[in-house]
T-cell receptor
């Protein structure tokens, strides 16, 4: 079945540590996105990539980094510069304009 | 920049009854997409319904329908014959046609379904 997988489901970060969240899709979609969700709020866009080896900052990119070396994969690194990383992180993908946005199951990041 | 506003933090509905969730948005674009997503306790985002702005006909998906008023920039969701499984957070979202995966989300409305 086609879809988006995210791992891990839960992730714990220590102070000063960088952590990487995985996102893989087998939908053959060109575009991939990372969203952050805080309690009681909607989703906010962190980074997005519309094609391999290219990505753009979203609304809240500070303290995050991404790469897009393969069409199927779009990992997100939460760096030590992100001072408030505790949140729920959702990865999404989309094909040609007009197709649906698919979301992964999410990763819950907690700070120790 | 586009903004999406959901003014109802929580709505309660009895089983088999109808509930309407409101959403307004602000944009200067003439063509765009609007979405309603459902997020149950599992936190998986599920697309409920979408509307293309150039279509005047309101979208429907089984018990879910929208009232799209382009001039008023309003996009409400009606859930008919509510079921216990409809209990979730519902988000309204806006997408541009040039990169509609870059969605602007509202803050969400929690739907509570009572037996």
């Amino acid at each position: 079945d086609g879809g988006i997988t995210q791992s891990p489901k839960y992730l714990f970060r220590k102070e000063g540590q960088n952590v990487t969240l995985s996102c893989e899709q087998n939908l053959n979609h060109d575009a991939m996105y990372w969203y952050r969700q805080d309690p009681g709020q909607g989703l906010r866009l962190i980074y997005y990539s519309q094609i391999v080896n290219d990505f753009q900052k979203g609304d809240i990119a500070e303290g995050y980094s991404v790469s897009r070396e393969k069409k199927e994969s779009f990992p997100l690194t939460v760096t030590s510069a992100q001072k408030n990383p505790t949140a729920f992180y959702l990865c999404a993908s989309s094909g040609l304009a007009g197709e649906l946005s698919y979301f992964g199951p999410g990763t819950r990041l907690l700070v120790l | 920049a586009q903004t999406v506003t959901q003014s109802q933090p929580e709505m309660s509905v009895q089983e088999a009854e109808t509930v309407t969730l409101s959403c307004t948005y602000d944009t200067s674009e003439s063509d765009y997409y609007l979405f309603w997503y459902k997020q149950p306790p599992s936190r998986q985002m599920i697309l409920v319904i979408r509307q293309e702005a150039y279509k005047q006909q309101n979208a429907t998906e089984n018990r879910f329908s929208v009232n799209f008023q382009k001039a008023a920039k309003s996009f409400s969701l009606k859930i008919s014959d509510s079921q216990l499984g409809d209990a979730a957070m519902y988000f309204c979202a806006y997408g541009s046609t040039d990169s509609w995966g870059k969605l602007q989300f509202g803050a969400g409305t929690q739907v509570v379904v009572t037996p």
